[in-house]
């Protein structure tokens, strides 16, 4: 079964102050699609070193909603973007959707 | 101590913040996100500690620490280990913090900076490939600055923490990666035809399959490589 994305680490360095879950939370709901659609407008004209920008700075939130195993498909895919690959591209994708259904959720 | 916090995503800026704010010594007296603005910032302000992300667009965190004069302190976060050897090049990191940063690592690294009371200036990076004119390139092998001519180069090869520089006259083994030494090289002369290694176009003998023949050398050729080569030869 696929892993699914969750709050346990953005619970783990809030420590129960709510309102900084709030605040994280919603500065991931903001930032996550506008990554997305950068990420989705590079790799479509195969913009190597873009999409691998920006998939780096999407593993940060894939790691930070406790995607572990997400996360090393993440660092493969940025890592064969660089080398001009897209292998991974369709786990990769995979990853982002379970990630936008899961931010309509909370 | 009174802290920064330089890091492009919102997303670690809240979270070294909120971390941060969990550690009674420590003062935020702001957040940045790119270095140019916390630049202008640290021109009149003084701080004893900087959370400083490495990957950022257009000037990395390295870039930072190399323009500011006397850094203070630096806890590095970033997502990439690959950086940790050259991090070890500069005095002021005290730190070096993988993204997703746990309270626990996040904990010892303050207690680091809190121990380590002399800050340096940043010591030359003996992994430093250094350029002068155009076709020079200057390497730092056991403290000395060794010119290399670049058109005599004919094969770069990473192996681990090193490249491997081959030239017609002598070979070097230099504290470097392949990405900055690219960086340093021309376009126009020489491709990456693999992860591992670089080439000069000019001294290739033969092409057959997946492998380049230069010199003695037979370089193998990456699938995603390979057009672009093909690309750059002058095909009858």
């Known amino acids: 079964?696929?892993?699914?994305?969750?709050?346990?680490?953005?619970?783990?360095?809030?420590?129960?102050?709510?309102?900084?879950?709030?605040?994280?939370?919603?500065?991931?709901?903001?930032?996550?699609?506008?990554?997305?659609?950068?990420?989705?407008?590079?790799?479509?004209?195969?913009?190597?070193?873009?999409?691998?920008?920006?998939?780096?700075?999407?593993?940060?939130?894939i790691s930070i909603l406790g995607l572990v195993k997400s996360y090393e498909i993440a660092i493969c895919y940025e890592h064969n973007l660089l080398e001009k690959s897209i292998e991974g591209r369709e786990d990769f994708e995979s990853i982002l959707q379970r990630i936008t259904e899961f931010l309509e959720t909370i | 101590m009174n802290s920064i916090i330089i890091d492009d995503e919102a997303t670690a800026r809240a979270i070294i913040g909120q971390l941060c704010s969990n550690v009674p010594s420590l003062n935020v007296l702001g957040e940045f996100p790119n270095a140019m603005q916390a630049i202008k910032y640290l021109n009149s302000n003084e701080v004893?500690?900087?959370?400083?992300?490495?990957?950022?667009?257009?000037?990395?965190?390295?870039?930072?620490?190399?323009?500011?004069?006397?850094?203070?302190?630096?806890?590095?976060?970033?997502?990439?280990?690959?950086?940790?050897?050259?991090?070890?090049?500069?005095?002021?990191?005290?730190?070096?913090?993988?993204?997703?940063?746990?309270?626990?690592?996040?904990?010892?690294?303050?207690?680091?900076?809190?121990?380590?009371?002399?800050?340096?200036?940043?010591?030359?990076?003996?992994?430093?490939?250094?350029?002068?004119?155009?076709?020079?390139?200057?390497?730092?092998?056991?403290?000395?600055?060794?010119?290399?001519?670049?058109?005599?180069?004919?094969?770069?090869?990473?192996?681990?923490?090193?490249?491997?520089?081959?030239?017609?006259?002598?070979?070097?083994?230099?504290?470097s990666t392949l990405k900055k030494i690219e960086d340093r090289l021309p376009d126009s002369l020489f491709l990456k035809i693999h992860r591992s290694f670089i080439i000069n176009i000019d001294k290739i003998i033969d092409i057959e399959d997946n492998s380049v023949l230069i010199k003695k050398d037979v370089i193998p050729v990456s699938r995603s490589n390979r057009p672009e080569l093909i690309k750059r030869l002058n095909l009858l």
């Open chain 1, 1 to 61: 079964m696929m892993e699914q994305p969750n709050l346990s680490y953005i619970q783990g360095v809030s420590c129960g102050d709510k309102t900084f879950e709030h605040k994280l939370i919603g500065i991931i709901k903001n930032e996550f699609p506008i990554e997305k659609q950068v990420y989705i407008a590079n790799i479509t004209c195969l913009n190597y070193k873009l999409s691998a920008d920006i998939v780096h700075k999407l593993k940060h939130k």
């Open chain 2, 48 to 175: 004893d500690l900087i959370f400083l992300d490495i990957h950022m667009p257009d000037f990395t965190g390295f870039d930072f620490i190399d323009t500011i004069k006397n850094p203070p302190k630096i806890i590095l976060t970033t997502s990439d280990p690959n950086f940790a050897i050259q991090a070890f090049g500069y005095d002021c990191i005290v730190d070096y913090l993988v993204k997703p940063i746990t309270p626990e690592r996040f904990q010892k690294a303050i207690k680091k900076a809190e121990v380590i009371k002399s800050v340096a200036v940043p010591k030359v990076d003996s992994s430093k490939v250094e350029t002068s004119s155009g076709s020079d390139l200057y390497v730092n092998i056991d403290r000395r600055l060794i010119k290399i001519d670049i058109p005599s180069i004919y094969l770069v090869e990473a192996k681990g923490d090193y490249i491997y520089v081959k030239t017609e006259n002598k070979n070097y083994t230099v504290h």
